[in-house]
């Protein structure tokens, strides 16, 4: 046990400490300033709860989407407008773990439309419109814990498919029981979310789930091709070991992929198979004429259970406590990675199915069959490395795996399963990522490797250092490093696609006649402040360079004020920020043509200035005003101005 802590432990040190990249990797980097980058990739934030936009080749950063973590940069999770995206069944959740951006698809490839990705902790899967950025849904998982292996849509979108990491004790009168621990083999199950997407709006809501063994499940990954009604997902823990996880779910030799028929099980959940059990999870939309958030409260959720649907679902085993799951280009290859295994196995979709023809079952778990895994096997790559985690396919009949342990990226040929090429990453990768390398056709140029830990390769930062990316070419037989990159917190998976996918449908303001905000102001002569018992309510307007109003009086202590800002610009890249001093809140960035609303309850009586926070003009300091904050019970009355004459009520 010692040697696989230590193996866990360790990282290769770069011998040299220098730049492992060649002589003409500069110019292959480099995008001259002006000129565009030729990919978009969305780099997932891990447990800083965000997406990270980054311009392939440069690797330069070009924006942060807030998802499931407040954002103080531009309020998200503290406006007004916002705060609904983050709440859970638990109550308001301001943060999570977000590991897997995946693209929709149309005809198995990306489409550009949105991007989906799952909150690991509190159990979430988001969705963002790729023509805004901006984050658009988040849908709560009920019955799960964990929602590791998610979101992952089928080809063209039908389902988003999220599977729970840990198992739990799901009760038939809805959510998770209290019950002793002791009792995790009997009680324990997982859960499998199918959730429908409108195909025209996009937004999700659970069609049903499957109820699976108590095992713990890690990723999965959607066939293509002819594998295109299947999803897989690897498992550990099926010793279903209640405690001491680190050895206890490390014994068994092999533990199971599942691979479930999406198209059976919808129709098992059709036919009426699938029991109705009480639930309560959140689904909250971000309106796209209001812009605002609202949440509705689900009450079921529909369930089927695996051992009831016979022909659905099935396991293979597959060594030893497998990571990654990734099915190859042509939908025939299904490579998994056994983050404990000596050889990554690579099975094949037309051996399982054989084998499924020909009842080729070794045992049955929970009525679920387990086929030979020598009958599905298409071969094993030998000696790649130590501490396989995940692969990604160029397209040209290799593929890449990445190693945790040995900390290198590994390229072999997916029908003779030969290593042909190793490079060395610093340090300790996780992730990989070949835009489109989770499609039928990917764009086999780059790949971008997400390492865990970088020691020594950026100037020393304190304790903490940043996680880091690096791009390597793998246009030619030999992989060559080209650029590292750092990253915000901990990249799991990304995606990347051609920026001429997205660049021209990016919206560039929003317009001021189609606000349908309830509280918006579109012209400086409809600007009011009104009271209604100890709620205040100041309708104001930005504009280069003023706030109207840009002075309030006759607020008072115990007054909560609520300013519902517009921003009147009609222009690209014109946002304005609102913030008072002495809020207990973030600032709110208001993009043009929108209407945000900042909430702010006065904790002392005096003068309080509030401003523009983005240097939106010459006269951006300008931009500022006073909101006069008296004593409870004064009989300062209500008043604001813009200028002269003075404007009273
Ligand atoms: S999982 S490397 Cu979510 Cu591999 Cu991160
Ligand atoms: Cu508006 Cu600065």
Same mark, same amino acid.
């Given at each position: 046990?010692?040697?696989?802590?230590?193996?866990?432990?360790?990282?290769?040190?770069?011998?040299?400490?220098?730049?492992?990249?060649?002589?003409?990797?500069?110019?292959?980097?480099?995008?001259?300033?002006?000129?565009?980058?030729?990919?978009?990739?969305?780099?997932?934030?891990?447990?800083?709860?965000?997406?990270?936009?980054?311009?392939?080749?440069?690797?330069?950063?070009?924006?942060?989407?807030?998802?499931?973590?407040?954002?103080?940069?531009?309020?998200?999770?503290?406006?007004?407008?916002?705060?609904?995206?983050?709440?859970?069944?638990?109550?308001?959740?301001?943060?999570?773990?977000?590991?897997?951006?995946?693209?929709?698809?149309?005809?198995?490839?990306?489409?550009?439309?949105?991007?989906?990705?799952?909150?690991?902790?509190?159990?979430?899967?988001?969705?963002?419109?790729?023509?805004?950025?901006?984050?658009?849904?988040?849908?709560?998982?009920?019955?799960?814990?964990?929602?590791?292996?998610?979101?992952?849509?089928?080809?063209?979108?039908?389902?988003?498919?999220?599977?729970?990491?840990?198992?739990?004790?799901?009760?038939?009168?809805?959510?998770?029981?209290?019950?002793?621990?002791?009792?995790?083999?009997?009680?324990?199950?997982?859960?499998?979310?199918?959730?429908?997407?409108?195909?025209?709006?996009?937004?999700?809501?659970?069609?049903?789930?499957?109820?699976?063994?108590?095992?713990?499940?890690?990723?999965?990954?959607?066939?293509?091709?002819?594998?295109?009604?299947?999803?897989?997902?690897?498992?550990?823990?099926?010793?279903?070991?209640?405690?001491?996880?680190?050895?206890?779910?490390?014994?068994?030799?092999?533990?199971?992929?599942?691979?479930?028929?999406?198209?059976?099980?919808?129709?098992?959940?059709?036919?009426?198979?699938?029991?109705?059990?009480?639930?309560?999870?959140?689904?909250?939309?971000?309106?796209?004429?209001?812009?605002?958030?609202?949440?509705?409260?689900?009450?079921?959720?529909?369930?089927?259970?695996?051992?009831?649907?016979?022909?659905?679902?099935?396991?293979?085993?597959?060594?030893?406590?497998?990571?990654?799951?990734?099915?190859?280009?042509?939908?025939?290859?299904?490579?998994?990675?056994?983050?404990?295994?000596?050889?990554?196995?690579?099975?094949?979709?037309?051996?399982?199915?054989?084998?499924?023809?020909?009842?080729?079952?070794?045992?049955?778990?929970?009525?679920?069959?387990?086929?030979?895994?020598?009958?599905?096997?298409?071969?094993?790559?030998?000696?790649?490395?130590?501490?396989?985690?995940?692969?990604?396919?160029?397209?040209?009949?290799?593929?890449?795996?990445?190693?945790?342990?040995?900390?290198?990226?590994?390229?072999?040929?997916?029908?003779?399963?030969?290593?042909?090429?190793?490079?060395?990453?610093?340090?300790?990768?996780?992730?990989?990522?070949?835009?489109?390398?989770?499609?039928?056709?990917?764009?086999?140029?780059?790949?971008?490797?997400?390492?865990?830990? $970088? @020691?020594?390769?950026?100037? /020393?930062?304190?304790?903490?250092?940043?996680? =880091? #990316?690096?791009?390597?070419?793998?246009? &030619?037989?030999?992989?060559?490093?080209?650029?590292?990159?750092?990253?915000?917190?901990?990249?799991?998976?990304?995606?990347?696609?051609?920026?001429?996918?997205?660049?021209?449908?990016?919206?560039?303001?929003?317009?001021?006649?189609?606000?349908?905000?309830?509280?918006?102001?579109?012209?400086?002569?409809?600007?009011?402040?009104?009271?209604?018992?100890?709620?205040?309510?100041?309708?104001?307007?930005?504009?280069?360079?003023?706030?109207?109003?840009?002075?309030?009086?006759?607020?008072?202590?115990?007054?909560?004020?609520?300013?519902?800002?517009?921003?009147?610009?009609?222009?690209?890249?014109?946002?304005?920020?609102?913030?008072?001093?002495?809020?207990?809140?973030?600032?709110?960035?208001?993009?043009?043509?929108?209407?945000?609303?900042?909430?702010?309850?006065? $904790? @002392?009586?005096?003068?309080? /200035?509030?401003?523009?926070?983005?240097?939106? =003009? #010459?006269?951006?300091?300008?931009?500022? &005003?006073?909101?006069?904050?008296?004593?409870?019970?004064?009989?300062?009355?209500?008043?604001?101005?813009?200028?002269?004459?003075?404007?009273?009520?």
């Amino acid at each position: 046990m010692a040697g696989l802590l230590a193996m866990f432990g360790a990282c290769k040190q770069s011998e040299t400490g220098a730049s492992a990249a060649e002589g003409d990797a500069a110019s292959k980097v480099y995008v001259a300033p002006g000129n565009h980058d030729e990919l978009y990739a969305f780099l997932s934030g891990g447990y800083n709860g965000q997406m990270s936009v980054y311009g392939i080749p440069s690797g330069r950063l070009l924006k942060v989407m807030p998802v499931f973590s407040q954002y103080a940069e531009n309020g998200y999770g503290y406006s007004e407008e916002s705060k609904a995206m983050l709440n859970t069944s638990f109550g308001f959740v301001p943060w999570d773990d977000l590991h897997h951006p995946k693209l929709s698809r149309t005809d198995g490839m990306a489409d550009g439309r949105w991007l989906f990705a799952n909150a690991n902790n509190t159990p979430r899967v988001a969705r963002v419109d790729l023509k805004t950025f901006k984050t658009v849904e988040i849908l709560e998982i009920p019955n799960s814990a964990g929602n590791h292996c998610s979101p992952y849509p089928t080809n063209n979108n039908e389902y988003v498919i999220a599977g729970t990491r840990f198992s739990v004790p799901i009760s038939n009168d809805g959510g998770i029981q209290d019950i002793g621990l002791d009792q995790y083999k009997d009680k324990f199950r997982g859960s499998i979310s199918f959730i429908k997407v409108d195909p025209e709006h996009g937004e999700m809501e659970i069609d049903f789930q499957v109820l699976v063994p108590g095992f713990d499940y890690d990723l999965a990954n959607g066939g293509k091709g002819p594998s295109s009604d299947w999803v897989f997902f690897t498992t550990y823990n099926t010793e279903q070991a209640g405690t001491l996880k680190e050895r206890n779910a490390s014994l068994n030799d092999k533990d199971f992929v599942v691979a479930i028929n999406w198209k059976v099980a919808a129709e098992y959940a059709k036919q009426g198979k699938a029991r109705e059990i009480p639930a309560e999870y959140y689904h909250n939309v971000l309106d796209e004429k209001t812009h605002v958030a609202t949440s509705e409260v689900k009450k079921t959720v529909k369930v089927l259970l695996a051992e009831e649907c016979p022909g659905m679902m099935y396991l293979i085993p597959t060594p030893k406590s497998p990571h990654g799951v990734d099915v190859d280009p042509s939908g025939e290859f299904i490579s998994v990675s056994g983050k404990l295994a000596s050889v990554i196995p690579v099975h094949s979709y037309s051996n399982m199915i054989k084998a499924i023809e020909n009842k080729d079952f070794i045992d049955e778990i929970n009525g679920i069959p387990v086929l030979k895994y020598e009958s599905v096997l298409a071969g094993e790559v030998q000696e790649a490395g130590l501490g396989p985690l995940h692969t990604e396919y160029d397209g040209r009949g290799n593929a890449y795996t990445s190693m945790f342990v040995s900390s290198e990226i590994v390229k072999w040929d997916i029908k003779t399963f030969k290593v042909l090429d190793r490079i060395p990453v610093y340090y300790s990768v996780g992730h990989l990522l070949i835009p489109g390398g989770d499609t039928k056709e990917p764009y086999g140029k780059y790949l971008v490797a997400m390492n865990k830990i $970088t @020691k020594d390769r950026y100037l /020393p930062t304190g304790p903490e250092l940043t996680h =880091s #990316a690096q791009l390597i070419d793998i246009s &030619g037989d030999k992989m060559k490093m080209l650029l590292d990159f750092p990253t915000l917190a901990e990249p799991h998976y990304a995606q990347a696609v051609p920026a001429d996918l997205l660049k021209e449908k990016s919206v560039k303001f929003y317009r001021l006649d189609e606000n349908e905000h309830p509280h918006a102001v579109k012209k400086e002569s409809d600007t009011r402040v009104e009271r209604d018992g100890n709620i205040v309510r100041v309708y104001m307007t930005a504009i280069r360079s003023h706030l109207t109003p840009d002075n309030i009086e006759g607020i008072h202590l115990g007054d909560t004020v609520y300013f519902h800002v517009t921003n009147l610009e009609q222009d690209w890249d014109v946002p304005h920020g609102f913030a008072v001093m002495g809020n207990q809140n973030a600032e709110t960035l208001i993009m043009p043509g929108e209407t945000q609303t900042l909430q702010w309850i006065p $904790t @002392k009586t005096g003068v309080t /200035p509030f401003y523009c926070t983005d240097f939106c =003009s #010459a006269l951006h300091q300008e931009m500022q &005003g006073y909101a006069r904050v008296s004593a409870k019970g004064a009989n300062t009355p209500i008043k604001y101005w813009l200028g002269e004459p003075k404007k009273n009520n």
